[in-house]
C-alpha cells in the first residue's frame, strides 16, 4: 500500500508527509524494470486528421453493399496519451515501411514501447497509422474496377509485402537471413511478434505528397509544439511537412530515415529547427542503409553550413552498441530513448520549461 | 492539487487521513463529465494473437522489394489497458464491419470511448482488430499475382467499403440518407469523424472460419475470464468462439449481432455462459435489421428452452431511447455503457468477486 501510495505521488510530483511513509520520491520514474508502478493519464483517445470524400462508381464485389457512393479516403488516424503534470512539448512518432503504429508500442518480446515510455516522462505522445495504413484506410475503388472489368489489370495498385527474408536484412539483424550481426540487439527469439506486426505497403499508390505529409502539418499546428520522431520510410515526411510550413513543428528526430532532404535543394526550411539523424549500429556492412547515411550526412552538413542546428549522431559513436534498423524494440531499446529523450530536453526549447 | 491528490487516491481505492484534506472518496469515479480526473493505469501495451506463415512468389509489384519470401497472415491484433486495482473480469470489444478497433474509442463529437469508459470502471479493456483489418494485416498476393498475370481477374478479392449513404441506413441514422429518424442520437454534425474510421472489409475474401473466430477463443483462453463483447458483422465470432472451447469466455454481449447462432442448431454451447444479445431503436423501421432481431429472439428462446441464460433487449424497452447500431458512439452512449456494465454486474458470476 505505502509503495502504491508512494507511486501515485511521484506521478503527481507531489512529497508530502504522511505518518508510516517513510520514502517520498520526485522527479522522473524509474520506468526501466519490468514491473514499473501506475502510469497516470490525463487524457488520452484517438481522432483522425485529414481525408477527402470521393464519389465512386466500384465500392463493393460483395452482394448486399452498394457498388455507388461516397468514401473518404486519405486520412490519418492518431492515437494519443497525455500524462499528468504533462511538459509543454508533446512528441509525435510516425512508424515506418510495412509497418503501422504498433512499431511503437509493446516490443515482441514483451517489454514497454517507447509510446508508453514517453507518457512515462511526462509527454504528451500522439501515434499515427500513416495514411492507406492500419487504421487510416485504403482505397479498393481500382481493385474492384479491375475485377468488374471497368479498368485494365495494369490500374491494380503497385503493392508489396516485405518477407521475413527480406526484412531481416533491411532490419539489420545480420548481413541476409538468417545470419546475425555479432552483437546485434534485436530479440530475435521473439521474431515472430515482429512478423505479425507487418502490413501491406500502399505507398508506390499513393498520390504526391503522400497524403501523410500535410496530415502531420494540419497535426503539428493543431498540437502547437510537437517533436515529429519519424522512422526509415517516413524519414522525409516530417521535413516535407517543414517544408509546407514550420508552424509547431518544435523539432525533428529522424530514426534512420530512407531519405534525407537533398544537400543541394533548398535548406532553408531546415534551418529554423533543431535536428537530429541517428543512426544505428552496422551500417557500414549494409548495402541499404551505407548510401543513405551518405546523404542524409550530406544534407547535415549543408544544412550546418546554411546555419541550421542539424546534428547526425551513429548510436555506437555515443557508446550505444547493436542497435538494428528496429532500435525501438531492440533488447535496449530504452537506452535508446533515453537518449534521444536527453537530445531533446538539451536542444529544444520547450522541452526544458 | 487537492483534488488531483483526491482523484489519485479514489483511483487507488485509499482513503487516508491526510492535513487540510477535507474529502476522500471511494467507489466509482464519476467520469461522466467531460473532465474526469486522472485514469491510473497498471499496465498496458498491444499483441498478436493467431497468424500463420505462408510462402509467395508474388509480395511484390514494386522495385527493390523481393518478391519471393515469407509473410504472416490471419494474425488478429489486441491492444490493451489494466487500471489499477482492476476486477478479476475483463471485457473484449470486438468491432464490426467496415469499422477497426477504432469503434470504440473517441466518438465522433470528441467524448470518451467505451475502451476509456470500461478501464475507468475497473474493467482489464481488450480492443481487437478483426482479421485483415486495421493493424491486422490484410494477404495482397492474389492481387499481385493478377496484376503480374500470373493469376486470372477473377481471382481478384472479393471487397467492399461502405459508401456514407449506405452506412447512413444501416448504422440507422434514418430510414435512408439524409433523412433523419426522430430523436436519433447518433452525433450526425460531426459525421465526419465517423466516415473517416471505416476501413475496406475483406471479409468476403476470408477463410472459413474467420481467423478471428480461432483468434478470439485463443484469447479468451489467455485472459481466462473475460466477456466477449461484440458489434454488429463480429456477433456471431464469439458464439463460434464459445462454439470451439468455453475456456475462459465468461460472458457474451452481442450489440445487434448480424448473426445469431441458428435456433434450430446445437444449442449444447450457449447453454453454459450469460448471454446477453442488445438491440437499439428504430429496429421495426429497418429491413435490414428487424429479420435479424426475429432470428436473434428465436436463438434466444431456443437457447432458454434448452437451459441458458441468454437475455435478449431492446434498449427502448429498459428507458433507453434513440439508439442507432453505432451506439457505442451516439450521444447517450455512456447510458448505454452504464446498462451493459449493470449487466454484466448482475448476471456474471466473476464481476461480484
Known amino acids: 500500500m505505502k509503495g502504491k501510495l508512494a507511486a501515485a505521488m511521484r506521478n503527481l510530483g507531489l512529497c508530502v508527509a504522511l505518518a508510516g511513509l517513510t520514502a517520498c520520491a520526485s522527479g522522473p520514474m524509474d520506468v526501466s524494470g519490468t514491473t514499473p508502478g501506475p502510469l497516470s493519464i490525463a487524457s488520452e483517445g484517438s481522432f483522425f486528421i485529414g481525408g477527402h470524400d470521393v464519389h465512386s462508381d466500384t465500392l463493393s464485389t460483395v ?75 485504403t482505397d479498393i475503388e481500382t481493385i474492384n474496377a479491375v475485377k468488374e472489368g471497368k479498368a485494365p489489370v495494369t490500374a491494380l495498385p503497385a503493392l508489396f509485402a516485405a518477407s521475413h527474408e527480406a526484412a531481416w536484412a533491411i532490419f539489420r539483424f545480420g548481413p541476409q537471413y ?67 510550413s514550420p508552424n509547431g513543428i518544435a523539432a525533428i528526430v529522424a530514426l534512420e530515415p530512407a531519405e534525407c532532404p537533398s544537400a543541394t535543394g533548398d535548406l532553408t526550411p531546415y534551418t529554423k529547427i533543431p535536428i537530429l539523424v541517428l543512426f544505428g549500429d552496422y551500417i557500414d556492412q549494409s548495402p541499404r542503409w551505407a548510401p543513405r547515411l551518405n546523404a542524409c550526412r550530406a544534407f547535415a552538413d549543408a544544412a550546418v553550413r546554411a546555419g541550421g542546428h542539424v546534428q547526425l549522431v551513429l548510436l555506437p559513436d555515443v557508446g550505444i552498441h547493436g542497435n538494428t534498423h528496429m532500435m525501438m524494440q531492440d533488447r535496449n531499446s530504452l537506452d535508446v530513448a533515453n537518449w534521444v529523450l536527453h537530445w531533446i530536453d538539451t536542444h529544444v526549447t520547450a522541452a526544458a520549461s
Not at 512528441?91 to 514497454?112: A, F, V, Y
Not at 501523410?212 to 511537412?241: C, D, M
Open 63 to 137: 452482394p448486399n453493399y452498394a457498388t455507388s457512393g461516397t468514401v473518404t479516403v486519405g486520412q490519418v488516424y492518431v492515437s494519443y496519451q497525455v500524462p499528468t503534470h504533462a511538459r509543454p512539448l508533446s512528441l509525435t512518432l510516425i512508424h515506418g515501411c510495412c509497418l503501422t503504429g504498433k512499431t511503437w508500442e509493446t516490443t515482441p518480446d514483451g517489454r514497454m514501447g517507447w509510446d508508453e515510455y514517453f507518457v512515462r516522462h511526462g509527454f504528451p505522445t500522439y501515434v499515427i497509422d500513416q495514411a492507406d495504413r492500419g487504421r487510416s484506410a
Open 178 to 244: 538468417p545470419q546475425r550481426f555479432p552483437g546485434e540487439q534485436f530479440p530475435l527469439d521473439s521474431q515472430s511478434g515482429l512478423w505479425q506486426q507487418m502490413v501491406p505497403d500502399w505507398i508506390a499508390s499513393l498520390p504526391t505528397p503522400n497524403p501523410t505529409v500535410p496530415a502531420l502539418s494540419q497535426l503539428a499546428a493543431k498540437l502547437r509544439n510537437t517533436v515529429l520522431i519519424s522512422h526509415s520510410q517516413a524519414g522525409i515526411y516530417p521535413f516535407q511537412a517543414a517544408a509546407l
